[in-house]
């Protein structure tokens, strides 16, 4: 791909700029204004300082964290693991990050908290400077700072953070022609969020094209390596080996699919379980703002011609929004569309990049602000409030 196609991305205001002449794709994005990885750094720390701030204000950390989301069910069974005890244990989340969590603690005495919350934050740090490399500054730092969810699980714990650390990882070790890296990568993405294995798919149709029959079968290799050393356990102790995906079975599901017809479930959901308008309104802003990147994505040039230059990203992007959008689960489909959409928001930015604001006083303001609202969000708005009220600890 020539440096020159992605240029048209930047504002037509900015096309004095020389044109980088590394041959990079990602190189064509940079301009003389491209935050540095420092600054990127700084932000990121500047959001979690701020999110954490708010959230002592109201409540104890330790308390937000064992309290937030999955975080004590990966906490149980970061523990089972570490004992090899599972006894109450419900074979619900995926294994990916406990393991991890799991062998953090076993190596450095730590609580199963503080495993969670490292795994979490430098993970999520790693993410964005990955995706810094992948594409730029603004890209990497408008990701790091517009998803509430993202920063709730970067500061209060999630599988998230970790996920995304692998399969940027992944995509920058393609770019390397790093191919068993980027198997061994996407593997492992793949055991901590199940949709990762359209990246390891994509790794192996791009390497039957290229003929690189070497490598197609080492990254096969490695992938059924990483998937039966997963399923070993699960199959001795539950006597399933794919106890964690036969556990997303949902009565919910309509026709018994996980996935269905477009829209169908986020429209359901709205309808049966009523929400506050501002999440409602919070929601539907992150579902037409995908959707508006989603026609850029087809009517561009540019990205299609980035596409071509990227198929395993293609490959991993084009089924992550068709599951999107059809999860068949009415109760979390529209609720949760924000979480799910994290793995693709930098491909949303790249699509919008002609219209994303360059300004840093924009994205300091928005990284501030949003990490403050992200932690009252996580909270709750009504007992943030309550608990700084009464003083609650």
């Given at each position: 791909m020539k440096p020159e196609l992605l240029v048209s991305l930047e504002p037509r205001t900015r096309q004095t700029t020389p044109r980088p002449s590394a041959s990079s794709p990602a190189s064509s994005l940079r301009d003389t204004h491209d935050p540095s990885p420092t600054e990127v750094l700084s932000l990121v720390i500047v959001s979690f300082l701020v999110f954490a701030t708010v959230v002592a204000l109201a409540r104890n950390y330790a308390a937000a964290v064992d309290n937030f989301g999955d975080s004590s069910a990966y906490m149980a069974l970061a523990s089972a693991i570490r004992h090899?005890?599972?006894q109450g244990i419900?074979?619900?989340?995926?294994?990916?990050?406990?393991?991890?969590?799991s062998a953090f603690s076993?190596?450095?005495g730590a609580s199963d908290r503080f495993a969670l919350l490292v795994l979490s934050l430098i993970p999520s740090l790693l993410?964005?400077?990955?995706?810094r490399r992948l594409w730029n500054g603004w890209i990497a730092g408008y990701f790091a700072v517009l998803n509430f969810d993202w920063l709730?699980?970067?500061?209060?714990?999630?599988s998230e953070p970790l996920f995304m650390c692998l399969l940027l990882g992944a995509f920058l070790s393609v770019r390397r022609?790093?191919?068993r890296l980027a198997a061994f990568l996407a593997s492992l993405a793949t055991v901590v969020r199940p949709l990762g294995v359209f990246a390891l798919v994509g790794i192996g149709i791009v390497l039957l094209c290229k003929k690189d029959l070497r490598n197609f079968f080492a990254a096969t290799a490695i992938g059924l390596a990483v998937g039966l050393?997963?399923?070993l356990p699960l199959a001795a102790q539950f006597g399933d080996a794919f106890a964690t995906v036969h556990s997303y079975h949902s009565a919910e599901w309509q026709g018994g699919w996980l996935f269905g017809f477009p829209f169908y479930a986020i429209i359901k959901g709205t309808i049966l379980y009523p929400a506050p308008w501002t999440n409602l309104a919070l929601s539907f802003g992150w579902i037409f703002f995908v959707l508006i990147a989603i026609a850029l994505m087809i009517g561009s040039r540019d990205f299609r011609a980035y596409c071509r230059s990227h198929p395993v990203e293609l490959i991993f992007l084009a089924p992550y929004l068709w599951c999107l959008f059809t999860y068949n689960y009415p109760y979390w489909a529209r609720g949760n569309f924000a979480r799910f959409a994290i793995p693709i928001l930098p491909f949303v930015l790249l699509a919008l990049y002609c219209w994303i604001p360059k300004r840093r006083i924009l994205l300091w303001t928005v990284a501030v602000s949003s990490a403050a609202l992200a932690a009252i969000s996580a909270l709750g708005v009504v007992n943030f409030l309550q608990m700084l009220r009464h003083g609650v600890r």
């Amino acid at each position: 791909m020539k440096p020159e196609l992605l240029v048209s991305l930047e504002p037509r205001t900015r096309q004095t700029t020389p044109r980088p002449s590394a041959s990079s794709p990602a190189s064509s994005l940079r301009d003389t204004h491209d935050p540095s990885p420092t600054e990127v750094l700084s932000l990121v720390i500047v959001s979690f300082l701020v999110f954490a701030t708010v959230v002592a204000l109201a409540r104890n950390y330790a308390a937000a964290v064992d309290n937030f989301g999955d975080s004590s069910a990966y906490m149980a069974l970061a523990s089972a693991i570490r004992h090899w005890n599972f006894q109450g244990i419900v074979a619900k989340q995926f294994w990916g990050l406990p393991y991890a969590m799991s062998a953090f603690s076993k190596l450095t005495g730590a609580s199963d908290r503080f495993a969670l919350l490292v795994l979490s934050l430098i993970p999520s740090l790693l993410a964005v400077f990955f995706a810094r490399r992948l594409w730029n500054g603004w890209i990497a730092g408008y990701f790091a700072v517009l998803n509430f969810d993202w920063l709730q699980r970067s500061c209060l714990g999630g599988s998230e953070p970790l996920f995304m650390c692998l399969l940027l990882g992944a995509f920058l070790s393609v770019r390397r022609s790093r191919w068993r890296l980027a198997a061994f990568l996407a593997s492992l993405a793949t055991v901590v969020r199940p949709l990762g294995v359209f990246a390891l798919v994509g790794i192996g149709i791009v390497l039957l094209c290229k003929k690189d029959l070497r490598n197609f079968f080492a990254a096969t290799a490695i992938g059924l390596a990483v998937g039966l050393l997963y399923a070993l356990p699960l199959a001795a102790q539950f006597g399933d080996a794919f106890a964690t995906v036969h556990s997303y079975h949902s009565a919910e599901w309509q026709g018994g699919w996980l996935f269905g017809f477009p829209f169908y479930a986020i429209i359901k959901g709205t309808i049966l379980y009523p929400a506050p308008w501002t999440n409602l309104a919070l929601s539907f802003g992150w579902i037409f703002f995908v959707l508006i990147a989603i026609a850029l994505m087809i009517g561009s040039r540019d990205f299609r011609a980035y596409c071509r230059s990227h198929p395993v990203e293609l490959i991993f992007l084009a089924p992550y929004l068709w599951c999107l959008f059809t999860y068949n689960y009415p109760y979390w489909a529209r609720g949760n569309f924000a979480r799910f959409a994290i793995p693709i928001l930098p491909f949303v930015l790249l699509a919008l990049y002609c219209w994303i604001p360059k300004r840093r006083i924009l994205l300091w303001t928005v990284a501030v602000s949003s990490a403050a609202l992200a932690a009252i969000s996580a909270l709750g708005v009504v007992n943030f409030l309550q608990m700084l009220r009464h003083g609650v600890r």
